[in-house]
């Protein structure tokens, strides 16, 4: 039995295809996964260590101080999806 190639696909490029989208995922959530809600020095050194610095909640990625779950997910559609969506789109002009 010949094997059937949909007109404007060759088989290479269906292959190719979902592992170009595994990767763009991964990359994505790599991305999403540093925001982490914890906690952080603002400013550094910390009063332990002689400075000024206190420790208080929020994004370790971006030190961006969050208070609420809520702000935290207002912090991860506000200021990180735009920039991973806008990436994708650029990607997949190229
Ligand atoms: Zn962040």
Not at 8 to 16: K, L, V, W
Not at 53 to 68: A, F, L, N
């Amino acid at each position: 039995m010949e094997p059937t190639i949909k007109s404007g696909a060759s088989p290479a490029d269906e292959n190719e295809r979902p592992k170009d989208d595994e990767k763009i995922l991964e990359l994505d959530q790599r991305e999403l996964m540093r925001h982490t809600w914890g906690t952080f020095i603002n400013h550094p050194p910390s009063i332990a260590a002689g400075g000024k610095g206190t420790v208080v909640p929020g994004c370790e990625y971006c030190k961006t101080i969050i208070y609420s779950d809520n702000q935290f997910l207002s912090h991860l559609a506000v200021d990180v999806l735009p920039q991973i969506v806008q990436r994708i789109l650029r990607m997949s002009k190229e």
